[in-house]
Structure formats: C-alpha cells, structure tokens
C-alpha cells in the first residue's frame, strides 16, 4: 500500500502562487510515475502534470505550461507542483497520484492508470 498525503493549498489572490506538496510512503518511491490532477466544483477531475520516475521527463495540460512546474525530491518521497500566475480557473482540490507499474513510458496521464490517490488540497484563486 501507498499513502500519498498533500499539502500547500490554501486562499490565493488572481496572479499569486502557491506550492503544492505530495508527501508519498514506501522505499520504492523512485519507481513510482506520479502525477497531479483536479477537480473544479461542478467538474470531473482532470489531468494537471506528470513527472516519470527519475523526474527529467514532465507533461503538463496545456493551460498550465509556462505557470505549473512539477518536480520530485526522490531523497524525500516527495512530489511538488509550482503553481505561478495563479487565475481563477485553477480553484480546484487538487490530489497527486502514484503509478507503481512497470512500464515502457516515462509519463502517464490517464487516471486510470494510477492506483494511488492523496486526500486532495483545496486551492482558491480570489479574482
């Protein structure tokens, strides 16, 4: 079993930032793919970023590139998403998942494909 806790989201004015945390446990940590996704009010949950297991390769959505950075500290079983210019329309729970699958792609989107899930972090942009 893995546990992924968030942190880091809170109440946000529009072009402010805030730093999103994933918290994972196990020692394997580094051979997990994990990603960050959300779910607006109203709206089914969404593809946010990715990062493989050695965090050189990453994907985002596109109305994130240029303003989202996700990266990991393997050292700390962590997973962060950098979140600049911040815009009303990023007001979401956020939650990171874990991919513990042997596989030939570095990246994944798809949520089915990540079998663990964090509690969510509530992110509100203020206009």
């Known amino acids: 079993q893995v546990q992924l806790v968030e942190s880091g989201g809170g109440l946000v004015q529009t072009g402010g930032s805030l730093r999103l945390s994933c918290a994972a446990s196990g020692r394997t940590f580094s051979s997990y793919r994990m990603g960050w996704f959300r779910q607006a009010p109203g709206k089914e949950r969404e593809f946010v970023a990715a990062i493989s297991r050695s965090g050189a390769s990453t994907d985002y959505t596109e109305s994130v590139k240029g303003r989202f950075t996700i990266s990991r500290d393997n050292a700390k079983n962590t997973v962060y998403l950098q979140m600049n210019s911040l815009k009303p329309e990023d007001t979401a729970v956020y939650y990171c998942?874990?991919?513990?699958?042997?596989?030939?792609?570095?990246?994944?989107?798809?949520?089915?494909?990540?079998?663990?899930w964090g509690q969510g972090t509530q992110v509100t942009v203020s206009s």
């Open positions: 998942a874990a991919d513990l699958k042997s596989s030939i792609y570095a990246i994944v989107r798809a949520q089915v494909e990540y079998a663990y």
